[in-house]
């Protein structure tokens, strides 16, 4: 059985902390990967697309990761994402693992608020 915790931190680490989009992909996603964001066609090719310009090609932009959760075949990770000259976001992205990979995507995504009723907002 594969270690879907381990394998999951390892594509966040690529993913998120390095920004080597396609490396993660290559490493962790299915061919027949579904993508439930509406602005991306289904399959790796068109995420690596469409995120790469995002992370690799963005070399100001961080996404911190502030917590990973995996429950079975489920994995979610919760990032800060800081761009210059945008409001920084929090991101949830959920992935459904089958067979050890990854074959399903879905994000959510909310700006961080400028003003909060209290001190400890998003993260």
């Given at each position: 059985m594969t270690d879907n915790r381990s394998a999951f931190e390892h594509f966040c680490d690529l993913f998120y902390?390095?920004?080597?989009?396609?490396?993660?992909?290559?490493?962790?996603?299915?061919?027949?990967?579904?993508?439930h964001n509406p602005n991306i066609h289904d399959g790796p090719a068109p995420a690596?697309?469409?995120?790469t310009p995002k992370f690799?090609?963005?070399p100001?932009?961080?996404?911190?990761?502030?917590?990973i959760i995996v429950d079975g075949d489920l994995?979610?990770?919760?990032?800060?994402?800081?761009?210059?000259?945008?409001?920084?976001?929090?991101?949830?992205?959920i992935y459904r693992f089958e067979n050890g990979r990854i074959v399903e995507h879905w994000d959510v995504l909310q700006q961080v608020p400028v003003h909060a009723v209290h001190d400890h907002p998003m993260f």
């Open positions: 902390a390095q920004k080597r989009v396609a490396d993660a992909f290559a490493f962790l996603v299915a061919d027949d990967y579904r993508q690596i697309e469409m995120l690799d090609g963005s100001d932009a961080r996404f911190e990761i502030q917590r994995a979610m990770v919760h990032v800060k994402a800081s761009r210059p000259g945008a409001p920084d976001a929090a991101v949830a992205d």
